[in-house]
């Protein structure tokens, strides 16, 4: 394997963070895990995507995992969506597997899709 390649796969599982503070206008595409402590108005692409506590999103989320600590407003489209205890969502969930954790405040329209 080459140095292109190497990294190459590690950019592709690599991790990325919006901090706390930070706020991004218009659609964010990350390959590898995302992690949003700050805000975001628009559109979130990436391999897995995982909002914390004091992170918050309006607009679209895209990815195989979702995970949701803090607040979120638009659409999910995940495979696995995970609404943690602290979780404040609104608007449309679509998925393969859905947890809802107790404590959990959610105002959604929720529909499973098939496996591919």
């Given at each position: 394997m080459d140095t292109k390649t190497s990294d190459a796969a590690q950019l592709a599982s690599g991790r990325s963070q919006l901090i706390v503070g930070s706020k991004l206008t218009g659609d964010l595409r990350v390959p590898g895990l995302i992690e949003l402590l700050g805000h975001v108005d628009g559109k979130v692409s990436a391999?897995?995507?995982?909002?914390?506590?004091?992170?918050?999103?309006?607009?679209?989320?895209?990815?195989?995992?979702?995970?949701?600590?803090?607040?979120?407003?638009?659409?999910?489209?995940?495979?696995?969506?995970?609404?943690?205890?602290?979780?404040?969502?609104?608007?449309?969930i679509s998925y393969e597997t859905l947890y809802i954790e107790s404590g959990a405040q959610v105002n959604s329209t929720c529909t499973v899709k098939k496996p591919a």
């Open positions: 391999d897995a995507i995982t909002i914390e506590e004091s992170g918050s999103v309006d607009g679209e989320l895209l990815a195989a995992r979702v995970a949701i600590k803090g607040q979120f407003k638009g659409k999910i489209f995940g495979t696995s969506v995970s609404l943690h205890s602290s979780a404040k969502v609104s608007g449309e």
